[in-house]
């Protein structure tokens, strides 16, 4: 369902704690850095290349300094015992696989399909045909 006050306030309070000031000209590219890195090792005779730390990374340590903030967003969102790293996405019940649903869209009328909100479940090919 949607959500309540307190787990809005829960997300605007994470959302706030993991933002941080972005551009994406003060992050070099990783792997840019690693040919540039081969070339000057190459250009030098050297034996090893120069590893350098990929920035593009998420923060760790940063992460777990705002755990707290985090498992509160979880308390507040997930049922008690919710384990989202157990939980494989199921279908849902009375759910058609798309390659078993035969939809004949020249006897059916767009309008109807469109208030039932069935339009939108019509692939690109059989809107097509």
């Given amino acids: ?13 994470l959302v706030a704690c993991l933002t941080v000031d972005f551009s994406s000209a003060e992050f070099e590219n990783p792997v840019l850095q690693r040919h540039y890195a081969c070339l000057h090792a190459m250009a030098l005779d050297k034996e ?21 903030r985090i498992a509160e ?27 078993k649903r035969e939809v004949d869209i020249s006897q059916h009328d767009f309008r109807a399909l469109t208030q039932q909100r069935r339009l939108e479940e019509l692939t690109q090919v059989e809107l097509k045909e």
Wanted: proline share 10%.
């Fill in 73 to 99: 967003f979880r308390a507040a969102v997930y049922p008690e015992g919710y384990d989202p790293a157990a939980g494989a996405k199921r279908k849902a019940e009375g759910a058609v696989p798309t390659a």
């Fill in 48 to 68: 090893t290349v120069e590893e350098k730390p990929d920035l593009t990374e998420p923060d760790e340590a940063g992460f777990r300094f705002h755990h707290h």
């Fill in 1 to 13: 369902g949607p959500a309540d006050e307190e787990q809005i306030k829960r997300a605007k309070k």
